[in-house]
Structures are given as C-alpha cells and as structure tokens.
C-alpha cells in the first residue's frame, strides 16, 4: 500500500512539475517517461470498471507489476461513431507528436491488449480538475497564473491544428494543482479530409471558429518548422497512415504561415518568447 501511494505521488509531480512558458516536463523528467510506458505496456491487469462517460466508452484498467500498482484510461474505437471517425491509434500518435514536439502535455500513451482487443492505454493522471469543472465551479485562476494559462491555452489550440483535431472541449482540458496543462482525448485527430489541410482548426479563419493562436514558444515554433514526413513517420510508426502524415505537413505549411503574418502584424517580440 505504501509504495502505491508513493507511485501515485511521483506520477504527480511527474506530470506537476512543468516549466511555466510551455507546460514541459524538465529534462530529468523526461528520462523517466520510458519507465511508465514499459509498466503500461507489460503490467498486469487485475481489475476494470466502467468510467462511465465519454462516447468511446472508455475502461479504467488497474494495473500491477510486482508491488507497483497504477492504472490507465484504455480504448479501442474505431470508425464511424456518432458522425464522427474515431480511431484508438490516434490516441497514441498524439501522445509520440506530443514528445516529437517537445510539448509534454499528453499524459503516456502507449498499444495494450485488453479482453484480446487491441487499444491505446493513457496513463491515468490523479488530482486533476477538468476546465469545465473549473468555469462551472466558478474557480478563479490566480492572477499570477494567467498568463500562463493563456499562453498554455494557444499552445493546445497549435497542436490542435497541427493534429487536426476536432474535439477539443473543456471536458479534455485537465489542470493539476499548480495549474499545470494536459490534455486527454484525441481520437478524433489527424484528419486527412480537403476541409482539415485547406483551413487550420484554430486562429484567424478557424474550423472553430476566430479562437487566435497569439503567442507561442519559440522552441515549439522551431519544432513545427522540423517537422517533414520522415521524422513523423518515425515518431508515430504503424498508427499513422501515409495520407494522415502528409496533411500533418500540410498543416504544419499553413501554421507557420499564420505565425509568419503575425509576427509581420505585431513584431517577433510580441509573439514569441
């Protein structure tokens, strides 16, 4: 019991302690990712339940490897539901574009078989409050911390139109106590449709709507403009197809183009830092 308490705890601050401009975990931080991966990967499974929500009807899985015990969100949609494609592969391409973007936001994600069914299985992340638990709530973010809600807040909607991804709600928003970013859900990402590489999901001519992009890391900006089909293709190995990448580099043209006009409008200063 004690060392799952202390598991627990650690995978707090794991996932507490991100540095204030861009919600990245420290490089220390970092090295100890691959540990968790490796135990959502091999851990046994002992037990399950319903989460209870959500379309995709996801299981929370309870895990254990030797005295450590932990658990995770597993899912395994695929295809149309409800309107929508929805695909459990792209849960996991997320969290490795995540980690190819340096960005560190999506908790751990990795492939697991549960009941013989292939889905994705994302590290379950404990005291966490939802953003909109926190506007129902009407929970005021400390003033010290705006700013770096705000700035956190154009970073998602960033990597949500390089994903394309389409079902960002205040729902898959979660804060930790220090009001640290992540984000969940994002089965309905990587979309390949004319409509998802002609137009971004956010900023000035949106999907979503006029939601701007108004400052970003210079790191992360820097990351995008690497980006190319190989070192995706790397990154996200069989959970991506070959059309899926190439409109990610499609987005990732038309982003940077945003940016650029930005910057023209408002100086380099005022847009990155």
Known sequence: MKRKIIFIIFLFLLLAQIHTSSAQL???????????????????????????????????????????????CWKNPSGIQQGYLEGWK???????????????????????????????????????????????????????????????KYIARAFDS?????????????????????????????????????????????????KLIRQLPKAFVENIKALNFDNIQKAVGPYLKKKEIEAILKRKKLLLKEIEEMIKEKGEENVLY
């Open 90 to 152: 792209y849960e996991i391409a997320a969290y490795e574009m995540d980690k190819l973007l340096e960005l560190n936001m999506i908790p751990v994600t990795v492939e697991k078989r549960f009941n013989g069914k292939k889905g994705s299985l994302q590290l379950w992340v404990e005291d966490v409050i939802s953003l909109l638990d926190i506007l129902e709530k009407k929970i005021q973010f400390p003033k010290e911390k705006i700013d770096h809600y705000n700035k956190t």
């Open 162 to 210: 390089l994903i394309a991804n389409e079902d960002r709600t205040q729902q898959n928003m979660f804060y930790t106590k220090d009001w640290r970013l992540i984000l969940i859900d994002h089965s309905r990402s990587f979309r390949s449709a004319r409509k998802f590489t002609k137009k971004l999901m956010f900023g000035k001519n949106g999907i979503r709507g006029v």
């Open 26 to 72: 420290t490089p220390k931080e970092i090295t100890e990712r691959p540990k968790w991966e490796e135990f959502l990967k091999t851990a046994e499974i002992v037990r399950h339940k319903d989460i209870g929500e959500g379309i995709t009807r996801p299981i929370r899985l309870f895990l254990k490897a030797g005295d450590f015990e932990g658990s995770g």
